[in-house]
């Protein structure tokens, strides 16, 4: 049966087959965004209007009924993954706002100084020190600085350095290894200034970008 759309002032009737609506690509209908009410008008109007010796078979009406569930059913999944992409793209950009200008520790022997030239470090003892120093050693294996830390009890013990010399002038910029005196430390970690985020719009695990390298937000053991 062809449908057919005759149009009186406000009101549009449609005559026809609601099931071939989906064979009509070139058609006037076929161009317009059909809701479930436009379906359900469609087939109130084939069912008034059937030959009353030739009425529609229960096969055809229990396929225009799923035609009608499928193409509700559609709509209503596409609106509501819509809104799941756009709850996941806040989530990931409020996440990587929280992580942006601050700092991490993680561990690492090598430190980097942050903006305004602080090496900072912490060192993880398993048992009392009674001379801990640690050396700050450049790429050429030349200790740039010695930082005394003495007679140190087990558990974390913090260290740090400005980057100058005795008579204030800078010395170091760069990132320098960590090189322990005076004990074995189960633990080396140092502070990374986080400079970016990466968050991938795919979804993957969010990035965090330092002059140490690239961690996940996981490897924090502290933020500041």
Do not use: C
């Amino acid at each position: 049966m062809t449908v057919t759309a005759t149009t009186t002032g406000n009101t549009t009737t449609y005559t026809g087959s609601a099931a071939s609506l989906t064979g009509q690509g070139k058609s006037v209908l076929s161009q317009q965004q059909m809701g479930q009410m436009d379906f359900l008008r469609l087939l109130t109007t084939q069912m008034k209007s059937q030959d009353p010796f030739e009425p529609l078979k229960n096969s055809e009406m229990v396929a225009q009924m799923a035609t009608i569930t499928n193409s509700s059913g559609i709509a209503e999944m596409n609106a509501s993954l819509k809104n799941i992409s756009s709850q996941l793209s806040e989530s990931r950009l409020g996440g990587a706002a929280s992580w942006s200008g601050h700092s991490m520790l993680v561990q690492s022997n090598i430190a980097a100084p942050d903006a305004t030239g602080q090496y900072m470090g912490q060192i993880s003892l398993s048992a009392p020190a009674t001379d801990l120093n640690v050396d700050l050693v450049d790429g050429s294996g030349n200790v740039v600085n010695t930082i005394a830390l003495g007679a140190r009890s087990a558990g974390d013990t913090n260290f740090f350095w400005n980057g100058k010399d005795a008579a204030g002038n800078t010395i170091a910029n760069t990132p320098l290894q960590v090189r322990v005196r005076g004990a074995s430390p189960t633990m080396v970690a140092t502070w990374a200034s986080i400079a970016a985020v990466q968050s991938p719009a795919d979804g993957t695990s969010t990035k965090l970008i330092t002059a140490l390298g690239s961690y996940d937000p996981t490897a924090a053991l502290k933020l500041a």
